[in-house]
């Protein structure tokens, strides 16, 4: 049954890339401790439009917790305080009555604010780019069956392919460090036989592109897979260097 | 005008290889010339420009979107379906055939849905070489669960992930696309408008989301690849921002929107919780291959489900369906949980929702072997409803899902605007008046990599040695200007409402009268609430902030004035169809609570085309010719 809740939320508001941003405190009415965060906020830009003010800009979508465009730090935690959590899938129940909520965009260089807690996410666009994918044209694949993966293979495979790229590694490592993402998409692609023919390229290219996009370096504080709301090991990291340092010592280029 | 399909004639199953003899082609050499347009990049936009780019076209792909990982097709759960007959239990593309036009209530075209039929055993193949981790055997070969509607095991799945799987792997190839400078793509931009000239399709207006600029991009062709309208209900199991402004605003500059009024209610969502409620979530249908649905035998009994004895339950599909049992189609699940709720055997808060029981898959298969396939699943539910499906039943609620109808297009993906086409979802075309599961991505990557590769390239053959329309054209002008009236007309806008909350209450009319069941009365009714609410939104709406940077309002209004004027389409087409079929269920046409079709005064498509916001639209019929099955009365028992 649905409860009301009082929060007081403290909330970063910044007009644009350029301009400075400032908190601002807001206690929205009528709060229901059955709502998710983001419903919250809906609630809080209707009455702010109603008001005549400017509502509050974030990002998200399928809110469900599979599309990777929410993410808000909340109270210092990306994505808030629960695991294997996106903020679209946290709800109000996991608060007190007269909580106080601090909401900020992810921080990291590479991830610069656009609008209040709306950022550029791009360059994990840009990481794919560079060898996040097998080379295959469409037509040239064989026969399905003809490729045998075992099973726990692909399993493990998946459980680094479940990444969303929400970006919550970076903005809960204090390099804002993008290792997790990278390794995760590494790893899914080096374990699948599929993705033998370019592993060296891939983790050389796409590690070169992380490292030009401005992340920074990984010092193994594992924040990163405490944050990640699909719960991505460590491990993958690991498993990167290895590749990194396989790929370095036996490129030809 | 007379709407020509295009089918091929000849056998069922050499149509598909025929036509793609027939088709011209361009040489590798030439390819560079010819720019394509494609807006969106789910399964079906990312595979059409990844499979374009790689043949060589200028492809220029748009997404409103931050990255194009974000296209909602990532949301889908459990499969996608494919006439392999790895299990050797008797599938073939004939079996998939027959189940996906049966389950479409014979709507859909036979041609088209052997053809998707036929392509699917390619559409594995092809995921899996990108890399798709699907779920194995411990031999490694691939593993396949059931879906509801067939008596076959032919759905191949990534645990409760494989649209998101599917859609990495596309998003994988496309990116790999724009690395190799094949495709460009341009993010956070949203389609305004089509441009149209000498009756062709030969552009789009865009709004920069980061910029507020408006800009005209022309080409040979326009693919749009936007999705469907489900979010027309507000409460659906889509993104927040799935739209049907894109293939929209091209009806309203000719293409004919066919069957709006063919909309899929999944049976299995999460309940509503509060007014505040945003969306909903599915729980996939795979869950009713283990989940047991059932509902009190007495109504209004309001003990706690694990109280309840197995005497004193209604375990209504097993009862009503032997055959197919919990796992018959979609439609069929809906209107009986639906039937049994207006009786008052419904549980939850509101008593609108039925029990989907996992106590006997738990005791005879034990906890970890249901956790390893449907874990992703159990844990979204428990942290939306606070309770643990593990230990008692779900709660679970039909909610609007899927639309099968579209822009209406030919056998060539093509719209009645020639170089205008349509891919996936955004088309009317393969499923008829009820979506099979584990179909739409098999439709998406159907048409995406193995359809539009061929009737594209047929299309530009004939454009050789022209150039694109220039942007500084009088049309693009017009329709530059178009987008920018409008983007005045919501700044302007002096209510003290947000667009939601009109949003919100279109919703409602639509669910209670263009949802599950409709009457003539109910649909009538519908038109003048529409129109009303339209009034009402110009009157009273208010957008804040200014059109020269991200102004999310701003992106909002445009999305839901665009839903009100579609949602009195889809009255006025359910309206004029005058049977039951599928998804579209009229109260008045019933035989023993299943649709009652007319094939003799409604087999056929029905295609819209707009006059005017306060004129009536003309509808034109694409009769429908079955050659190689028969109409039957569909059953399930």
């Known amino acids: ?25 807001y206690q929205p009415k009528d709060l229901s401790t059955d709502m998710s965060i983001l419903e919250m906020l809906d609630s809080l830009n209707d009455e702010m439009i109603a008001a005549g003010k400017e509502p509050i800009t974030f990002e998200h979508d399928c809110r469900e917790g599979i599309c990777g465009t929410c993410g808000i730090m909340i109270n210092g935690m990306a994505h808030g305080p629960d695991r294997g959590t996106t903020t679209c899938q946290l709800y109000l129940r996991r608060f007190k009555d007269g909580d106080t909520l601090v909401l900020e965009p992810w921080r990291a260089k590479a991830f610069p604010v656009i609008k209040d807690l709306l950022v550029d996410r791009s360059a994990f666009d840009r990481i794919q780019m560079a060898g996040g994918y097998i080379s295959v044209n469409v037509g040239n694949a064989p026969e399905a069956n003809s490729i045998l993966i075992p099973k726990d293979v692909a399993l493990e495979a998946f459980d680094a392919a479940v990444c969303i790229g929400c970006g919550a590694c970076v903005a809960a490592c204090k390099n804002a460090s993008a290792m997790l993402f990278v390794s995760a998409k590494v790893g899914h692609l080096s374990l699948m036989p599929q993705g033998h023919p370019e592993r060296h390229d891939r983790a050389l290219n796409m590690i070169a592109q992380m490292d030009a996009e401005g992340f920074g370096s990984c010092t193994n504080t594992l924040e990163c897979s405490a944050a990640c709301p699909k719960e991505i090991s460590p491990k993958w990291i690991q498993r990167l260097n290895g590749e990194y340092i396989q790929a370095a010592t036996v490129t030809r280029r | 005008m007379i709407l020509d399909p295009r089918t091929p004639s000849g056998p069922l199953d050499q149509r598909w290889a025929k036509a793609k003899e027939e088709m011209r082609l361009v040489g590798p050499i030439n390819r560079r010339k010819f720019k394509v347009i494609i807006v969106g990049t789910g399964l079906a936009g990312a595979s059409a420009a990844a499979s374009l780019g790689q043949q060589g076209y200028d492809v220029h792909c748009f997404t409103f979107h931050d990255s194009p990982r974000r296209a909602h097709s990532i949301a889908a759960q459990g499969g996608i379906n494919a006439a392999k007959n790895y299990q050797n239990d008797g599938d073939s593309t004939w079996r998939l055939f027959y189940d996906t036009i049966k389950g479409g209530d014979f709507r859909a075209r036979e041609s088209n849905v052997y053809r998707l039929a036929q392509n699917s055993a390619n559409i594995i193949d092809q995921c899996v070489a990108q890399g798709v981790p699907f779920a194995r055997e411990y031999g490694g070969t691939l593993a396949n669960r059931t879906f509801g509607g067939v008596l076959v095991s032919r759905t191949f799945y990534a645990r409760g992930q494989t649209g998101q799987q599917l859609l990495l792997g596309a998003y994988s190839s496309l990116m790999r696309e724009v690395h190799e400078q094949r495709v460009k793509l341009y993010t956070r931009h949203e389609m ?263 009737t594209v390239s047929n299309y530009l053959a004939n454009k050789m040695n022209t150039q694109p329309l220039s942007a500084s054209d009088d049309v693009c002008k017009e329709a530059i200007d178009n987008t920018r009236n409008l983007i005045d007309r919501f700044l302007k806008a002096k209510g003290n409402q947000s667009s939601e909350s009109f949003h919100r209450r279109l919703g409602k009319i639509l669910f209670d009268k263009v949802g599950i069941s409709r009457t003539k009365q109910g649909l009538q009714e519908a038109i003048t609430e529409i129109q009303a609410l339209r009034e009402d939104f110009w009157n009273n709406v208010r957008v804040p902030g200014d059109a020269s940077y991200v102004n999310q309002e701003l992106e909002k209004a445009g999305r839901i004035i665009d839903f009100i004027e579609f949602g009195e389409l889809m009255a006025r087409d359910a309206l004029h169809r005058e049977e039951s079929c599928g998804g579209h269920f009229r109260a008045e046409h019933q035989i023993d609570g299943e649709a009652k079709r007319d094939d003799d005064n409604f087999a056929y498509a029905a295609a819209w085309q707009f006059n005017g916001l306060d004129k009536e639209p003309t509808v034109h019929k694409d009769e429908l010719k079955f050659e190689s099955v028969k109409l039957t009365q569909r059953s399930y028992k």
């Open chain 1, 1 to 25: 049954m649905s409860n009301s809740i009082k929060l007081t939320l403290n909330i970063w508001r910044q007009a644009n890339r350029h301009a400075k941003g400032r908190f601002e405190t």
């Open chain 2, 192 to 454: 305004h408008d089509l441009i149209v000239k000498d009756g062709v399709a030969q552009g789009i207006v865009t709004r920069n989301l980061m910029t507020g600029e408006v800009e005209a991009h022309t080409a040979h062709a326009v693919l749009l690849c936007t999705g469907g309208y489900t979010n027309v209900y507000y409460l659906s199991t889509t993104a927040m921002a799935s739209n049907v402004s894109a293939t929209w605003r091209a009806y309203k500059r000719g293409a004919y929107f066919g069957n709006p009024c063919y909309v899929q209610i999944h049976p299995t969502c999460i309940p509503v919780s509060g007014h505040y409620q945003s969306k909903l979530t599915l729980m996939s249908e795979s869950l009713r291959n283990v989940g047991r649905i059932w509902v009190p035998r007495t109504p209004g009994d309001k003990r706690h489900p694990n109280d309840i004895p197995e005497a004193e339950r209604i375990y209504f599909l097993e009862e009503r369906y032997p055959t197919y049992s919990n796992m018959v189609p979609r439609d069929v699940a809906s209107r009986n949980c639906k039937e049994y709720c207006d009786k008052g055997h419904g549980v939850g808060a509101s008593g609108d929702s039925v029990y989907l029981d996992f106590r006997e898959a738990i005791a005879k298969e034990g906890e970890p072997t249901i956790r390893s396939k449907y874990g992703n699943l159990f844990d979204m539910y428990h942290k939306i409803m606070g309770e643990d499906p593990y230990k008692q039943p779900m709660k679970i609620y039909p909610g609007p899902h899927y639309v099968m109808g579209g822009l209406w297009v030919d056998y060539h993906l093509m719209s009645n605007i020639p170089g205008l086409f349509v891919l996936g979802e955004a088309n009317f075309s393969d499923h008829g008046a009820n979506r099979l599961g584990a179909s739409a991505l098999m439709q998406g990557l159907s048409d995406g990599y193995f359809v539009a590769p061929y």
